[in-house]
């Protein structure tokens, strides 16, 4: 599986990307519930990650960016203060209403869940393009990054928002360490660890 650092001129794939993966994730879909426009509100939403994930340099897609893996490397945030600006306003402008507070709540739920006092590489997303799953690609690329991640000696971290990778995550060393909750009868979304090697 080549997998190559993503560029700026991937930014359009990417997005599109990330968009069709998520576009039935419980908690995504239950974040934008209106099915009628949740593509083009993904659209807008997910480009905020992708524009940020450059400064980072350590976002990972396959050849035609079929799969995306944006990580945040020790020390270095996933967002700028702007960036956290900008999420908030799309969730008032998309979302809105008590619907948005909510969605607003469980997002600073992630942050309070993730861990602080130990340095490690910080997996925010990864996704593979509906007409490029089933394949494996995403959890090849990530097995490729980890490889990486491994020659540091380094852990890794992430929040697994659908129950039906859990068994993916665990395939390449993750396990689980905690739930956020998620309103309305969803499946909570399930941090993980990865233990250094």
Known sequence: MPARLAVTADSDAMTETIATAFFDDPLWSW????????????????????????????????????????????????????????????????????????????????????????????LSIVGTHDDHRGHGMGEALLAENLKLVDAEHMPAYLESSNPLNLKRYMRLGF?????????????????MWRSER
Do not use: Q
């Open 31 to 122: 974040a934008f519930a209106d099915a009628s426009m949740r593509a083009v509100h993904f659209r807008r939403w997910w480009r905020v990650f992708v524009d940020s994930c450059f400064r980072n340099e350590w976002t990972w897609v396959t050849e035609k960016c079929e799969s995306v893996a944006i990580w945040s490397p020790p020390g270095a945030d996933e967002h700028t203060a702007d960036d956290e600006e900008e999420l908030v306003r799309l969730v008032v402008e998309l979302i809105g209403g008590d619907h948005g507070d909510e969605v607003l709540e469980v997002l600073a739920r992630f942050e309070e869940a993730h861990p602080h006092d130990v340095p490690h590489y910080y």
């Open 175 to 191: 396990e689980p360490i905690g739930e956020i909750v998620v309103p309305d009868g969803r499946p909570a979304v399930t941090t």
